[in-house]
């Protein structure tokens, strides 16, 4: 930029400042100059420079005809007053590609009407959900629920002595497992070694952790031998499909609840089957075109995807020493997953822009009930919040713009109904 534009930008920000500014004695326009220099020099300055590069940009887009994706780097130089200024920009721009056929992409899915068999699976489970326990003077059978107490050791070493706090895998004085179970208990596989036991038995057991246990990182992949004692044996009674039952369940008969399972269920599988079209379509447009996603935006979704990863494990109990040992793997992990994901997002807002896919006000107001229910907030404040940050509300136009864009592919894909 040449001295008389710097000089220029110079004059505009100084001629603004004495025209603002109040500085006691004077009234507002009327204060000297060398006064107001004096007393804004360095918000002066600022604003100065802030305008000559922002000058440079926009001359530098519109001369180079550039489709900027983001700003990575800003080498100002000399900027003063009156002299010639030298500014480098180092910038992203869009990748230049080709869209391949978007519309028709296959997807496969398999059928949302539920079997009967489904249906059946689904009573006996609310059955088993509001089933009574008692006590059963005989050896424990698939389904039962026995009372024991256990304590590990793995290679005559006390597994206390290196659980730390989560010592519920070291000894505890009762508790209770299912036989054979759907759902494991604390000590993975307990539950399957119970079978045949009866009250009053005493018997040690071999349990094998999984190599990549997360709770106690200690014993992965170790094998333990937990000493058992058995205290009591619990038989579970199911309800009887009688009034009292289909009341509980808002029903006249089984006719009644089997049409409400099978609607239910039905939903839900609608709702699996439309995430796996999603997550098919976005996969086949990454498959079908190739081109580099630029390192700015891919890295800022590295770290975007490394800190969801973290919060969702650190939920889960995981110990921050973990993340560290496997640092590298972490890392390798989620830049892959960013890479794809801008990859997408890129062909997803050609394809937005292509079929004229847009937000509206609509849209908008639709996110802000939907996060107001997720946080619990007054919408009010949630459309405030979003309207004082624009790179938020950036943010949220350019999520509800590939969320659209995805939908248009689905609602366009053909759909192959596959064998359950």
Do not use: C
Request: proline share 5%; net charge neutral; charged share 30%.
């Amino acid at each position: 930029m040449d001295k008389s534009e710097v000089e220029t930008e110079h004059k505009a920000v100084l001629g603004e400042y004495i025209r603002l500014a109040r500085l006691p004695g004077f009234r507002p326009g009327k204060a000297p100059e060398a006064l107001v220099v004096k007393r804004f020099s360095k918000e002066i300055n600022e604003e100065f420079k802030q305008k000559v590069v922002s000058k440079a940009y926009r001359e530098a887009l519109e001369k180079e005809k550039l489709d900027v994706l983001s700003v990575v780097k800003v080498e100002e130089g000399t900027i003063e007053p009156g002299v010639s200024a030298a500014i480098t920009l180092t910038v992203d721009v869009r990748p230049d590609f080709k869209l391949p056929e978007y519309l028709g992409l296959p997807t496969k899915v398999p059928p949302a009407e539920p079997t009967d068999a489904e249906v059946d699976s689904i009573i006996q489970a609310l059955r088993s959900e509001s089933a009574d326990f008692k006590a059963a003077e005989r050896a424990a059978a698939k389904g039962d629920y026995v009372k024991l107490a256990y304590e590990g050791a793995i290679d005559g070493k006390p597994i206390s002595e290196m659980a730390g706090d989560k010592q519920l895998y070291a000894k505890v004085p009762q508790t209770w497992e299912e036989v054979e179970g759907a759902n494991e208990g604390i000590i993975p596989g307990l539950g399957k070694r119970l079978a045949g036991v009866a009250k009053g038995d005493r018997k040690t057991v071999s349990i094998t952790f999984p190599a990549n246990f997360q709770p106690v990182p200690a014993l992965a992949g170790k094998t333990a031998q937990y000493a058992l004692e058995i205290l009591e044996i619990r038989e579970r009674i199911l309800p009887e499909l009688d009034v009292a039952f289909f009341k509980a369940h808002r029903v006249d008969d089984l006719e009644g609840l089997k049409g409400q399972v099978r609607s239910n269920l039905k939903l839900q599988k609608e709702r699996s089957n439309l995430v796996s079209q999603r997550a098919q379509v976005t996969q086949a447009l990454a498959d079908r075109v190739s081109f580099e996603p630029p390192h700015s935006l891919v890295d800022a979704e590295t770290q975007s995807v490394l800190r969801q990863f973290i919060e969702e494990n650190m939920r889960r109990g995981v110990p921050a020493e973990q993340f560290e040992k496997d640092k590298k793997e972490l890392f390798e992990s989620a830049r892959k997953a960013a890479f794809g994901r801008v990859k997408v997002q890129l062909i997803l807002a050609k394809i937005a822009e292509a079929e004229k896919i847009s937000v509206g006000e609509r849209d908008i107001d639709a996110y802000i009930l939907k996060e107001a229910a997720r946080s619990n907030q007054r919408p009010e404040k949630v459309a405030k919040e979003l309207a004082k940050n624009r790179d938020a509300l950036r943010s949220v136009q350019q999520a509800i713009i590939f969320d659209k864009s995805v939908d248009f592919l689905v609602s366009k894909a053909t759909v192959a109904v596959t064998p359950s």
